[in-house]
Each structure stands twice: as C-alpha cells, then as structure tokens.
C-alpha cells in the first residue's frame, strides 16, 4: 500500500459494499405517467409530448370529484363541470375514456396532472403540422387535411388509421351540446381544442369516413374527450 486512496480504490469499496441506492432516472416522455391510479401512455410529437391515451380521471387534480351526468336535461342544464360514458354505457368501444363538457375544460382547478393541460387549439395546429399539415390550412376551420389524409395518420390501425406518429386518435364519439343526445357512437371521436381564434370553445373531430379532421367552435355544454400535454 502506498497510503493514497485512488479511483480503482474507491471502486473496488463500491464494488465490496454497494452504492447508496439506486438512483432514480427522472421521467421522460414516451414512457408511461401514473395519474390517479392510471398509467397514461404518452408520446412525444416534435417539441410537444401529449398523452397517446384519452382522459379518463373521475376526478379534478385536486381531488374534488366531477360529477357524472346520465339524463339528458340534466347535462344541458348544468354549468357545473361533468362527465359521462358514451352512450351512458361504460363499455361502449372499450371505454376510451370519458366524455367531459367545457365547463371541465375551464375550470380552475385543472384536470390533468401537475405541469399538465388541456391541449388547446394552437398546439392542436402545431400537433397537425407535425403530420403535414400546412400552416395555411392548419387555420382553417371545417375539414381539413384531406388531400394528406390527416385523419388516417393520427387514427389507429383498428380505426382504418396508419398512427404515423403515435397520437392514437380512437373512437369515443361525443355528446351533443343542443339536446344533450351521443353523437358519433358508430365511427367517431371528437376532442376539446379551445383557442382565441375560434368564436366560442373549439374542437377536433375525426370521423371514420373522413380524410381529413374538423376544426371549429361548439357550445360549452358538448361532450368531448380531453388529451392532455405537458406544460
């Protein structure tokens, strides 16, 4: 012994007795994030990294729980937040989440996780350009994306979709804001997207037979699914 501790020395003690505990590697998107009892897929689309899976929390980030809403008068009347099945059933396309109304969407206590949102409409555009998407149609409002078959890129493969991506759009149909009646149970799925560029809060929709994806505002009171993305 020479009376110097060096590195071979301090590794062949690590290598005796261990280190201090694993080390825990921070979360990164495209790995699985656990939201209230849930592992939510997640995927990262260009400088964004969004949920790949609908919402399906019962409750606000805080804890207060959103009421769930079956009759029909009762979703029109309420301008509380709520949420429901499609179709009032829970197994209805497998559950791909709930329905929630705008109110959800709005309030301040927030439904996603902590350093999460509600996507809104800009970075639906940009999640839409990412596919290929041009900026000038990307402000459109209707179906746009048809000429790309834009749908088709952010659906499934067992809705018709090539998923070019990873956003794994799916069918959950939504709940419509002037008579309170599902909508879309057979082959659609429709998403909250609000923005300063719409009239009132916005949406997408995807429909089966559609190339391209809806863009334009709804009343407060329709039932859509949520994506979260992070801050």
Known sequence: ???????????????????????????????????????YATVSIGEQCWFAENLRTEQYSNGDPIPMIFENSEWL????GARCWINNDSTYFGFPGFLYNGYVVDDSRGVCPQLWHVADDAEWIELEISHGLSEIEAHETGVRGVSIQLSQKMRV?????????GFSAVRGGYRHWENGSFSGVIDSGAYWSNGSDLDGPGYREFHGPWDGVARDDIGISEGLSIRCIKD
Do not use: F, K, R
Not at 10 to 35: F, R
Not at 77 to 80: I, K, R
Not at 157 to 165: E, F, R
């Open 77 to 80: 009347d309420t301008s509380e």
């Open 1 to 39: 012994l020479d009376g110097c501790t060096d590195l071979n020395d301090l590794m062949d003690i690590l290598s005796a007795y261990g280190g201090c505990g694993a080390v825990e590697t921070p979360w990164q998107c495209d790995e699985p994030l656990g939201y209230q009892g849930y592992d």
């Open 157 to 165: 493969d067992v809705w018709g979709g090539i998923n070019v991506l």
